[in-house]
């Protein structure tokens, strides 16, 4: 069966929770397809504290030899407090296909923000958004993203490792870290995708971005003007493609033309929202 929601809310001072809050998708039965998990919300008006707290969402694995039977979808992790936030490991992991062609369930995501200006810092364990495997010609899953923003001046950021990368087929998500204070992560950011299973013959899939930036008022310098570029670290290439049964157009300027002429007509699509290729 699918996990429920958990919410829980406090309006006034600081949260603790202790142990383990968990909205799992349930073990599947054989011959049956894995589970999707429920979503954790959790709001403090203050700080948010646990002893060993550990967040769960993660879908399940499909149970089936020889089954075309699709893992389980992980879902939402939201923690949100107006102060210091205290967590261990969480995941939103989505569940593995089972053994012939079948799907890898998505990702959920995490977030993790202390929306104080003035105090709080944030100490997290691992953070998991990985995709589930999927199997020979089945779809990998959607990818995760993480999340951990700290809004209070000088205060830090510290986690453990960070993935949000794709199992077999599944694509890698987006991990964004932002603070006005120190950021700290031990064990290392994965967001990669991943190669296609067997018997499919398509490139791999596609990693995510991954962003640590300081919300500094001040830098004490102009960066545009005080730094020089030395060398050329690395380059890639950006590819534009259309269908030319449909599209006319054979250059850039030819399909901004189109778009300009046809308003509302014209369809396009790029990675991640607010990636270099969607800019």
Do not use: C
Request: no cysteine; proline share 3%.
């Amino acid at each position: 069966a699918a996990g429920g929601n958990i919410s829980v809310t406090s309006t006034t001072g600081a949260t603790a929770i202790n142990g383990t809050v968990g909205s799992n998708g349930g073990t599947a039965n054989a011959g049956a397809a894995g589970s999707n998990a429920g979503k954790i919300i959790i709001n403090s008006a203050g700080d948010l504290t646990g002893a060993g707290l550990t967040l769960s969402a993660a879908g399940s694995a499909a149970n089936g030899a020889g089954l075309n039977l699709a893992g389980g979808h992980g879902a939402l992790i939201d923690v949100d407090a107006v102060g210091g936030i205290t967590v261990g490991n969480i995941s939103a992991g989505g569940g593995n296909a089972s053994t012939t062609n079948a799907n890898g369930g998505n990702a959920g995501s995490i977030a993790i923000t202390n929306n104080s200006v003035t105090t709080g810092a944030i100490t997290a364990g691992s953070l998991s958004a990985r995709t589930g495997a999927a199997q020979g010609t089945g779809t990998g899953g959607a990818a995760g993203s993480i999340s951990v923003i700290n809004n209070a001046a000088g205060q830090t950021i510290n986690t453990q490792a960070l993935d949000a990368s794709g199992q077999t087929s599944g694509a890698g998500g987006d991990v964004t870290i932002t603070g006005k204070g120190n950021n700290t992560v031990t064990g290392g950011i994965s967001t990669s995708g991943a190669a296609l299973g067997a018997g499919t013959t398509a490139a791999g899939r596609g990693a995510g971005n991954i962003t640590i930036s300081p919300l500094l008022s001040d830098l004490g310098y102009d960066p545009m003007k005080e730094l020089v570029p030395v060398t050329v670290l690395a380059s890639a290439p950006y590819v534009l493609v259309v269908n030319p049964d449909r599209v006319t157009a054979r250059d850039i300027r030819g399909f901004v033309e189109l778009a300009r002429n046809q308003p509302g007509k014209v369809s396009w699509g790029s990675s991640t929202i607010g990636s270099p290729d969607h800019l």
